[in-house]
């Protein structure tokens, strides 16, 4: 095992992700491991980390696993510098999908600014209470 590969306790520990996540994303085809070690141990590089940081970011944003296929697919290619038509259809389901996650994030502001009136209501219950 070279340098610049890591087994999948390691990359547990550095996405906080549990050795179950990982291996269910790379069972659903999200994340497969880059290698394999002769023992059979998966092992990932750097890369890999970080494809699997894109996809803990967009589980709280609701994204089904097929969006999460879709979205690593659309990145995946436009690494690969496609030609100027497929990158233009590429770039524009990029957008959709930034523009799903502006909205994504505004609801959880919203959920997130109820949550905090209801703990300041429920501290001032306590005040009165005492």
Do not use: N
Not at 4 to 18: K, N, W, Y
Not at 64 to 74: H, K, N, Y
Not at 104 to 122: G, K, N, Q, V
């Amino acid at each position: 095992m070279g340098a610049t590969h890591m087994q999948i306790g390691e990359v547990a520990d550095r996405t906080g992700l549990s050795l179950r996540t990982i291996r269910h994303y790379e069972e659903v085809g999200l994340a497969p491991p880059s290698a394999r070690s002769q023992g059979g141990f998966r092992l990932y590089t750097e890369a890999d980390v970080t494809r699997l940081m894109v996809i803990k970011r967009m589980k709280p944003l609701d994204f089904t696993l097929e969006q999460m296929r879709d979205l690593l697919g659309v990145l995946d290619e436009l690494q690969t510098d496609p030609c100027a038509e497929r990158r233009s259809e590429l770039t524009g389901r990029l957008t959709g999908y930034r523009d799903m996650v502006l909205r994504r994030c505004e609801e959880i502001r919203t959920r997130l600014a109820d949550a905090e009136r209801f703990s300041t209501e429920l501290t001032d219950a306590l005040k009165s209470a005492s």
